[in-house]
């Protein structure tokens, strides 16, 4: 399998919109997108199969860190708000002959401090 690829305005993302990605363009946020090339007959799928995720990490905005009241009441310190990461998935085959294949884009997030879900 070919490695995901970081994409650059020389190569700019083609399933993600110019006015979706200035839609991020702010002080408060940060983001990247990523393509991936399957190519026809990868693991036994037909189809080439071109994936780009977009990973953003959108700061809090005007709250500038405001302390709310932890849910556990026995809690010493307050939590705050920081912000949220956001990934968008999307994917299309890119075959100028009529394929179908099956396609499950997920995200699986571990904790790899200890390598558990």
């Known amino acids: 399998m070919a490695p995901w690829k970081q994409l650059s305005p020389e ?4 399933l993600f919109t110019e006015a979706e990605l200035s839609s991020l363009s702010s002080p408060s946020t940060s983001y990247a997108v990523f393509r991936l ?13 071109v994936t780009e995720a977009l990973v953003a990490l959108i700061g809090p905005g ?14 010493a310190t307050p939590e705050y708000d920081l912000g949220s990461i956001v990934l968008t998935y999307r994917a299309k085959l890119d075959e ?6 099956p396609v499950n884009l997920t995200q699986v997030s571990r904790d790899f401090r200890t390598g558990r879900s």
């Open 11 to 14: 190569d700019p993302p083609t």
């Open 37 to 49: 090339i399957s190519p026809d007959g990868d693991e036994g799928y037909q189809g080439k199969l």
């Open 62 to 75: 005007e709250q500038d860190r405001k302390s709310r009241a932890s849910a556990d009441a026995q809690a």
């Open 96 to 101: 100028e002959r009529k394929v179908v294949t």
